[in-house]
């Protein structure tokens, strides 16, 4: 392997990994809370299973943002989750 082909294999940009460590748990937590607010079941059932949604989104977030093209479509892909769910609960208001 080539000095360069090295150099461009290990380059990962900052924003990408930011992307990573701070917008997939967001991502993951809005996730949670939607699926927790919009199940038809109440009280400790929704919360079991928005608490138990969590960990998945942002373990499967946390493996596929690094393989984005860069840092603005890794955040392109947070926010393209993250506005919808975010504007669907406003919309909802409190129960």
């Not at 998945?56 to 603005?72: E, F, I, K």
């Amino acid at each position: 392997m080539s000095a360069g082909q090295g150099d461009k294999a290990a380059n990962h940009s900052v924003a990408r990994t930011l992307a990573v460590v701070v917008g997939a748990p967001l991502v993951a937590f809005a996730v949670g809370a939607a699926v927790m607010a919009f199940l038809p079941v109440s009280g400790p059932w929704a919360f079991a299973l928005g608490f138990h949604v969590v960990l998945p989104v942002w373990v499967g977030l946390a493996c596929t943002l690094p393989l984005a093209r860069n840092g603005r479509v890794a955040w392109g892909v947070c926010l393209a989750v993250v506005v919808p769910v975010a504007v669907a609960l406003v919309l909802r208001g409190p129960r």
